[in-house]
């Protein structure tokens, strides 16, 4: 039988708040030629929401198996609560798996199923009226405690997920890990299992590691986010930072949308940049200005709903308001700049300017603080709205 191998000391995390639930130490996975995943190097804390998003292929799916014990890497360790288990067979890790397809046995009740993996232990398994205990707490924690005797095809695809989760939970794992478990849901019950999942988290401590490429999930319930591309972790934050401070083009486009323009820094003064567009006009940015230097061509980010739309002015951006589109609670202006660029507004439907129409010429600003400086380049052509399904076509 395989063991875990001990560690002599866990390694605290990086920022000192104890031993990580989960390290993922400089993990490359190979298949053949093909790398899934390239240098990841992470830790999740204990009773920590953490998620791994990003497009199709970009190796979320790759790293969550290894953290399973499904695939081994090629080279780096996964670490368990400080314990090295790389080599231990997915049975002998202290996680469970939660995947889209809720693989409930149809035969069993409700109550049965919660209870299989308790009453399958080889060792430490619990007596029956521990198992019972455990399983009615389980019930009442996924909220469906009145749903023990029915079987699973006598529920709503929420509430086979909510006992497909309380089977994972039942056990006190480490950690649980989630493959894309909503994706099979039609989206306002995929909302609500949003909310119900992070409840559930926060009630039960247990550290959750959520795989997605569906951005809404990850900044509603993670408190922090890795963002993968091409078998790459571009950048890990909350969701907060990941946000409104990008570390790159890519993770600017691909959580939520966009407004992304070439321009150069022309001087730095304290936390104020000025920045030179194409087009000869200047800007003044608030926020990063460490990252930058004079001369330095960097990507100015701002989001549709910072963007402001009146009639033409002198200062801002000039551009032709080309659509208007109702969306509830905010009017989605198109409009296309005078050097060819297609921009996003989103603004209160009393915030536009009375007698705005499409085909106008209006103009786009923003306060200091609403734009972010991206250091890293783009060219003309990649100048625009950048949509997520955009910047996914493009990996």
Known sequence: MTTPTPTPTPAPLANGTGVAAVTVDAVTKHFGDYVAVESADFEIAQGEFFSMLG??????????????????????????????????????RDVNTVFQNYALFPHMSVYDNVAFGLRSRRTKKPSNNEIDTRVREMLEIVRLPDFADRKPQQLSGGQQQRIALARALVNRPTALLLDE????????????MQLELKRIQQELGITFVFVTHDQEEALTMSDRIAVMTQGRVD?????????????????????????????????????????DSRTGSQFVIRGNSSACRPGQDVTLMIRPERLSVSAAGNNGIQATLTGMVFQGPVLRCEAVTTAGASLVAHVGPHELAEGVR????????????????????????????TLAEDTEAAT
């Open 235 to 275: 950048q890990i934050g909350t969701p907060t930072e990941i946000y409104h401070r990008p570390s790159s083009v890519f993770v600017a486009g691909f959580i939520g949308t966009a407004n992304l323009l070439p321009v150069s820094v022309n001087r730095v003064d304290a936390d104020l940049v000025t920045v």
């Open 181 to 192: 478990p909503l994706g099979a849901l039609d989206l306002k019950l995929r909302q609500n």
């Open 358 to 385: 499409p085909g106008h010429d209006v103009t786009l600003s923003w306060d200091s603080d609403a734009g972010f400086l991206v250091p890293e380049s783009i060219t003309a052509d990649q100048a625009g709205v």
């Open 55 to 92: 497009p199709s292929g970009c190796g979320k799916t790759t790293t969550l198996r290894m953290i399973a014990g499904f695939e081994q890497p090629t080279t780096g360790r996964i670490l368990l609560g400080g314990q090295d288990v790389s080599k231990v067979p997915p049975h002998q």
